[in-house]
């Protein structure tokens, strides 16, 4: 099958598998519904379903559990409480204050204090539903919300501080001065596939556990802490997620504990499978915020000295609260130079769901604040809020240390921003906005910009780690498999692209498998975006290893130097010989080659002192900026975007059309958490209302507006990431501000050029009517 060539003809024709848009590698089965998610894979004989006993009181202590009552219902193999638990009653990612089943004490309405298992789901549930019945609890105080819990000192750590320059003394002379305090509700994950894991015990007194989880490694050491066993005793495997955002990365946990406790004590396969209200009332979701501020500033609406307190509503555990309020910190400046800074962030401990990460991981709280002061700022002095923006830019030269010390090498928000204005036409509409809103007095429209500047790097610096495998087969196929987990985010398509790059072959030899600590051992969560950064290049460090040794062995069989060997296009050109990628592989083989290879990377550079709060916490940053246009109707309250363009950089892509997909989901599902996602708990009970698709609103595909851009902004990572690219998958979580930040333009034009409203988010149509109201004047109040 050798062919002679002339090799210039072939080196430069490269076939490119990364940089090129493909589809997702699942698609055709996501769509066909051929795709397994945890639920999908064949059951087990004799399997028992497991459903958790939730606690009906936020805050109270156990006195007694009726459980025979539950043993004697018929089907009911067992029911489990904490006493059963033969190792830790722990399911906490850092702090040990996650009870699997709360022991003497609830903390919050849906909190689990037993597990029925039984023959049926059906069984389990509806014994499990009995909790209320059989459950003794004496009531004691809740602390029902944030500003409570800090007015009673009610705080999960203890408060962070950053402080640069003088801010205070700034603040005492500066040419204006503006204070307020804002609210910014949190948000369900609302992955589509729900919290699920299913543990099938092995003849050896191991666990196999397929779950649905961000984190298999981190499962992995749960569930052996749980048992009171060695960690090579459990394995956990997840091809796939139907969604995570965020919600798998711990809470996952909780779910892997019960089935892998019952399936130990059983010794029999159980699956625990959360319907859709349970996992609202059981798993946490992104941390509220609560803010305090006061900013001084220039004529120009400089920022001159900048104070924030911060609240997070933590709920009532810890669980990854610490390095959520520090991400809000580090991005409290967005894209903005402030000189002089001080951000305080207190931890509220509250008897509800204890949040946990959601895209952005807190990133998104940061810059949400400052975003608001922009177009507060611009209000009070009469100047167009993208001036405002501009004007507070970080410098490419001079200006551009975050509050937190690091340089900021790779600002590109300038260009950014004003390619994106000159190709949505900023200005012009803006006229046309206020004439039209001039001509109409019920209708009214907005526009805004939002930028973003996002930190990449997991900020606990050591997670920052990945490792992966490849093994090429003697048929030239190849399997990748690495530490990230599959989320529909396209990771595993990016990986196989690396591979398929690396290794000079087509798409469709790499096959992706399923995440496996039995695999990849030791593996951060897919998580800060960094999948594809850290995965790609462990990936590609494998890939590289099985070239060189296949390199060196052509040059042997071929002569030439192994350096010159080119794999590409599916072939090997070899000093003056092309054969066929498989043809190497199976000669390699018989030469007793290494033809797999593990691969290890590690981000360089960074590093991060908790204790001054200073560093170099992120390898680069990822920039974006999107423009909305919305219209509100002032009568009801409602709002609809129109428009929206974004330009994103997603460094020099590796998928365009799966970055274009991250950002469209990731504007779309920041715009619901702003707009129409509203978390109510009941006030007195501290009972979560808002608990199933019913009474808390994602966007719907009507929500996106018929007039939706998104482009990529031409832009090579400066450092040396795969491929130049950049992480995608969090940074666009800012982008739906813009339309927040539209609807408060909007809502502006019914008063007068200072007019200042208060609005929260999500400003939901409640929220809209009574800023508007707030604007009119009181007789019109009267009247309406
Ligand atoms: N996209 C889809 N379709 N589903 C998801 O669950 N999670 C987001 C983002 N995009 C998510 C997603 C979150 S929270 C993160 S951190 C990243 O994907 C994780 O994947 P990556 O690091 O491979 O980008
Ligand atoms: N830091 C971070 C983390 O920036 N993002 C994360 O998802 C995370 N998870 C755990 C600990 N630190
Ligand atoms: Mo994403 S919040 O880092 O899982």
Redo the contacts with the bound molecule.
């Keep these: 099958m050798n062919k002679h060539f002339e090799p210039r003809e072939l080196v430069g024709a490269a076939d490119r598998q990364v940089g090129v848009s493909r589809p997702h590698e699942s698609a055709h089965l996501h769509v066909s519904g051929r795709a397994h998610y945890t639920d999908d894979i064949p059951e087990t004989e004799r399997t028992l379903h497991a459903a958790l006993g939730l606690s009906p009181i936020a805050h109270g202590r156990i006195k007694s559990i009726d459980l025979e009552t539950l043993r004697a219902t018929p089907g009911v193999a067992a029911v489990l409480t904490a006493a059963d638990i033969p190792g830790a009653n722990d399911c906490g990612p850092v702090v040990h204050d996650d009870p699997i089943f709360a022991a003497d004490t609830v903390q919050y309405v849906g909190q689990p204090v037993f597990a029925v298992v039984a023959t049926s789901r059906n069984i389990a549930r509806r014994v499990a539903a009995k909790a209320g019945q059989v459950l003794e609890i004496e009531p004691l105080e809740p602390v029902l919300g944030p500003r409570e819990a800090v007015a009673r000192e009610s705080y999960i750590l203890p408060p962070m501080h950053l402080t640069r320059g003088k801010p205070a003394e700034v603040l005492s002379t500066a040419q204006h001065r503006l204070k307020g305090s804002l609210s910014l509700g949190g948000q369900e994950?609302f992955?589509l596939e729900g919290q699920i894991a299913y543990a099938i015990p092995q003849d050896d007194g191991g666990i196999k556990i397929q779950c649905s989880t961000?984190h298999p490694s981190e499962m992995q050491m749960l569930a052996s802490h749980v048992l009171g066993v060695p960690a090579n005793r459990i394995q956990v495997e997840c091809r796939r997620?139907g969604?995570?955002?965020?919600?798998?990365?711990s809470q996952s946990g909780l779910h892997v504990c019960v089935v892998a406790l019952a399936a130990s004590k059983l010794k029999r396969p159980v699956k625990l499978r959360l319907d859709r209200d349970d996992d609202f009332m059981v798993t946490g979701r992104r941390h509220g915020f609560e803010y305090d501020y006061e900013v001084g500033f220039d004529d120009a609406g400089k920022i001159l000295a900048a104070e924030l307190t911060m609240i997070s509503n933590c709920g009532f555990s810890t669980d990854l609260s610490g390095p959520v309020m520090t991400r809000a910190i580090c991005h409290f400046d967005n894209a903005y130079w402030l000189p002089n800074v001080a951000i305080h962030g207190y931890t509220a401990r509250t008897n509800t769901q204890s949040n946990t990460?959601?895209?952005?991981?807190g990133g998104p709280q940061g810059a949400f604040v400052i975003e608001a002061i922009m177009d507060r700022i611009a209000r009070k002095l009469g100047l167009d809020p993208a001036a405002v923006r501009k004007a507070n830019f970080y410098g490419r030269d001079s200006n551009n240390v975050t509050p937190y010390g690091q340089t900021v090498v790779d600002n590109v928000i300038h260009e950014l921003t004003d390619e994106l204005m000159k190709t949505s036409d900023y200005w012009s509409r803006r006229e046309e906005i206020n004439r039209f809103n001039a001509e109409n007095p019920v209708l009214k429209r907005g526009i805004s910009i939002a930028p973003c500047k996002f930190g990449i790097s997991f900020n606990l610096t050591h997670l920052n780690q990945a490792g992966a495998l490849v093994h090429v087969y003697t048929d030239g196929s190849i399997i990748v498999n690495h530490g990230?987990?599959?989320?529909?985010?396209?990771?595993n398509t990016?990986v196989a692209q690396i591979v398929a790059q690396e290794l000079g072959v087509r798409f469709e030899r790499v096959r992706p498998t399923a995440t496996d600590t039995q695999k990849v051992a030791n593996t951060s969560?897919?998580?800060?975006?960094?999948?594809?950064?850290?995965?790609g290049k462990a990936a590609q460090d494998a890939a590289r290893q099985i070239k060189k040794r296949l390199g060196a062995f052509a040059a042997q069989l071929y002569g030439g130097s192994p350096e010159d060997v080119v794999f590409d296009n599916d072939d090997v050109q070899v000093n003056g010989t092309l054969l066929g990628f498989e043809d190497l592989v199976a000669k390699a083989y018989i030469s007793r080659i290494q033809l797999w290879s593990d691969g290890f990377y590690a981000t360089p550079e960074i590093h991060w002192d908790r204790a001054t709060m200073s560093g170099n916490p992120f390898y680069y940053y990822a920039y974006g900026a999107a423009i909305s246009e919305v219209l509100i109707d002032t009568l009801t309250g409602e709002s609809r975007l129109l428009r929206a363009d974004v330009l994103h950089d997603a460094g020099r892509s590796l998928n365009p059309a799966l970055d274009i997909?991250?950002i469209e989901?990731?504007f779309v599902q920041s715009m619901g958490w702003v707009t129409c996602e509203e978390l109510v708990w009941h006030p007195g009970t501290g009972k979560l209302l808002t608990h199933a698709p019913s009474t808390y609103k994602i966007p719907t595909a009507n929500d996106v507006p018929a007039q939706f851009t998104t482009r990529l902004f031409k832009n090579d990572n400066v450092k040396d990431s795969i491929f130049r690219s950049k992480?995608?998958?969090?940074p666009p979580?800012l982008l739906g501000f813009s339309v927040w930040l539209a609807i408060r333009d909007a809502i502006c034009s019914v008063g007068g050029p200072d007019a200042d409203p208060v609005l929260d988010a999500p400003c939901t149509p409640e929220a809209i009517l009574m800023a508007v109201q707030s604007l009119k004047e009181p007789r019109q109040i009267g009247a309406a």
């Design positions: 994950q992955y961000q997620m969604g995570g955002f965020g919600g798998k990365e990460a959601f895209r952005g991981f990230g987990t599959e989320m529909g985010q396209g990771l990016k969560a897919t998580a800060a975006s960094t999948g594809a950064d850290l995965n997909g991250q989901g990731g992480a995608v998958g969090e979580m």
